[in-house]
C-alpha cells in the first residue's frame, strides 16, 4: 500500500489576531495566538495535515502569502483576516487565486456583533465558512478541509 502523501495546510492570521488572549475573552477567548496554532496543529496532524502558521498586521504581507501558497501548490489553508474579512478587496481577488480549498474561520460570531461585521468580501472565494465556534471552529474546518481535499484527489 502506498505511503499516505503528507498534506500541508497553511494558518493564516491577519490584523490584531498577534493580540490573542490580550484582546476581550469574552469575544474572542483566552487562548494566545501562540497557543492557538499550537491546538490547530495538534488537531491538523490528525486530518494528516503539516499546519504551517503565518500572522502578519500588514495587509500586502498577508496577500503575498496567499500569493506564495498559489505558487507553492499548498493543499489547504485556514484564514482569519481579521477585521480585513469586511473590506479587503485585495484579499478577494488573491484569494481567486487560490486553487487549493481555503477556510475563512471567525472565533467571535460575525453575524450577531455590530452591523459592519456582518459581511465578508471574501465569503464568495472561500469553500468552508465557520464563525462563533472559538478555537473548535478550526476543528471542524480542518475536518472539512480533510475532507475537500481527499474528494478532488479522487477526482
Ligand atoms: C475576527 C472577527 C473580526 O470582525 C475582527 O475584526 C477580528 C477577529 C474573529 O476571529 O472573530 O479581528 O475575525
Redesign the pocket.
Known amino acids: 500500500m502506498a505511503a499516505r502523501a503528507v498534506k500541508t495546510l497553511w494558518l493564516l492570521h491577519?490584523?490584531?489576531?498577534d493580540m490573542l488572549g490580550r484582546?476581550d475573552p469574552a469575544?474572542?477567548g483566552t487562548m494566545t495566538l501562540a497557543e492557538l496554532e499550537a491546538y490547530v496543529a495538534r488537531h491538523g496532524e490528525t486530518y494528516g495535515f503539516t499546519v504551517r502558521s503565518f500572522q502578519t498586521n500588514h495587509e500586502g504581507e498577508f496577500v503575498e502569502k496567499l500569493h506564495q501558497i498559489v505558487i507553492d501548490a499548498a493543499d489547504a489553508a485556514i484564514i482569519?483576516?481579521?477585521?480585513?474579512?469586511?473590506y479587503s478587496y485585495a484579499l478577494h481577488d488573491a484569494l481567486e487565486l487560490v486553487e487549493a480549498p481555503v477556510a475563512e474561520?471567525?472565533?467571535?460570531?460575525?453575524d450577531q456583533?455590530e452591523e459592519w461585521?456582518r459581511t465578508s468580501v471574501i465569503a464568495d472565494v472561500v469553500d468552508v465558512r465557520v464563525?462563533?465556534k472559538g478555537a473548535a471552529g478550526y476543528v471542524e474546518a480542518l475536518e472539512k478541509l480533510a475532507g475537500l481535499v481527499e474528494e478532488r484527489r479522487r477526482a
Do not use: F, K
Open positions: 491577519g490584523v490584531n489576531l484582546r469575544v474572542y482569519n483576516p481579521g477585521a480585513w474579512t469586511h474561520v471567525h472565533l467571535s460570531d460575525i456583533r461585521r464563525r462563533g
